[in-house]
C-alpha cells in the first residue's frame, strides 16, 4: 500500500500517516475580481397623513375665502357711501386741486416778502387732507400767504381749510402768482370763501372778486329744509368765528346763484380786512 497519497480530513486539512495535518494556504482575492454589489436599500415605509391633515387644509381655504368677501363687502359698502368714490379718487390717483410755492411774494406793496402756497382748482372731498400735506411740504410760517383761486366745491372741506390756515397764523389772498412772485386778480367763490375767511389777514387785491351764494346739498336727505337751516347754522357759526360779519349768510341766501361782492361790500362785512389798491 502506498503510504504518499494525501488524506482529507473533511475540515481543509491534508494529513499524513507520517506528520502533522498542515493547512492549505490561503487564497489572496485579484484585485481585478469583480466586487459583488452592495444589497439594495431597504424601502422606505410611507409616512401615513395624519387623521383630518386634508380637513385642515380645507378647512383654512375655506375661513380665507370667507375672510376676503367680508373684506370686499366693507370695501364696497364704504365706496357706496355718497362722496366715498371721489374722497377715494383724490386720494390716491389725483387731487383736484394744484399748489406751487412762491418763495418770495409781496402782498401789499410794502416792500416786505413773505412765502406763499398758492392753491387752485375745485375742493373736492378729500382737499383738506390734501392742504395739510402741502402746507407741511411749503414750510410756511405764521405771517406767511395762502393765495387762493377756486370756484368752490365740497363746504365741509372749505371750513376744515379755513381752521387750518387760522391754526397756522397764515394770511389769505384771492390772486395767483408765478414764479418771480408777481400777483394777478383771481376768483374765489362758492365754498373757498370759506377757506380765505380762515385767514388772520384777509387781503383784498385790487381786480379780485369774492363770490357767494345760497348752499344746498345734494345728497339725497328726508327733510331738505332742516338741512338746509342746519348748513346755514353751520356757516354761521364758522364765519362768527373767523370774524367776519353774520350778515354774510343774509347775503349767500338771496340767492342760488353766484353773487360777486363789490370790494366795498366785503370790507363793510370784515370779510376783507386790508385792502390793497394794486395787485
Not at 260 to 277: F, G, M, Q, R, Y
Amino acid at each position: 500500500m502506498s503510504v504518499d497519497d494525501p488524506q482529507d480530513d473533511g475540515t481543509g486539512h491534508r494529513s499524513s500517516p507520517t506528520g502533522p495535518r498542515v493547512a492549505p494556504p490561503r487564497q489572496t482575492p485579484s484585485p481585478f475580481a469583480a466586487r459583488p454589489s452592495a444589497p439594495p436599500p431597504p424601502p422606505q415605509a410611507k409616512v401615513a397623513s395624519p387623521p383630518g391633515a386634508f380637513r385642515f387644509s380645507l378647512w383654512s381655504i375655506i375661513i380665507f375665502v370667507l375672510l376676503l368677501s367680508s373684506v370686499a363687502i366693507q370695501a364696497y359698502r364704504d365706496l357706496s357711501r355718497p362722496g366715498a368714490w371721489d374722497f377715494w379718487r383724490e386720494t390716491y390717483i389725483a387731487a383736484s386741486m394744484t399748489s406751487a410755492v412762491i418763495s418770495d411774494v409781496d402782498i401789499d406793496g410794502s416792500g416786505h416778502g413773505r412765502r406763499a402756497l398758492a392753491i387752485s382748482g375745485k375742493i373736492g372731498s378729500a382737499s383738506a387732507s390734501w392742504f395739510r400735506d402741502r402746507l407741511s411740504e411749503a414750510r410756511l410760517a405764521p405771517g406767511d400767504a395762502v393765495l387762493l383761486s377756486s370756484q368752490g366745491g365740497a363746504l365741509n372741506q372749505a371750513a376744515i381749510m379755513g381752521e387750518v390756515i387760522r391754526a397756522h397764523g397764515l394770511v389769505t389772498a384771492v390772486a395767483t402768482s408765478d414764479a418771480s412772485g408777481k400777483l394777478r386778480p383771481a376768483a374765489c367763490a362758492s365754498a373757498c370763501v370759506l377757506v380765505y375767511a380762515g385767514g388772520e389777514t384777509r387781503y383784498g387785491i385790487a381786480g379780485s372778486r369774492l363770490g357767494v351764494h345760497r348752499f344746498t346739498t345734494s345728497a339725497p336727505v328726508s327733510d331738505p329744509l332742516a338741512e338746509a337751516q342746519r348748513i346755514q347754522g353751520m356757516v354761521l357759526g364758522y364765519m362768527t368765528k373767523m370774524g367776519v360779519s353774520s350778515a354774510v349768510v343774509e347775503a349767500m341766501s338771496q340767492t342760488s346763484d353766484i353773487r360777486w361782492l363789490s370790494p366795498k361790500e366785503a370790507l363793510a362785512l370784515n370779510l376783507i380786512t386790508k385792502p390793497v389798491d394794486r395787485p
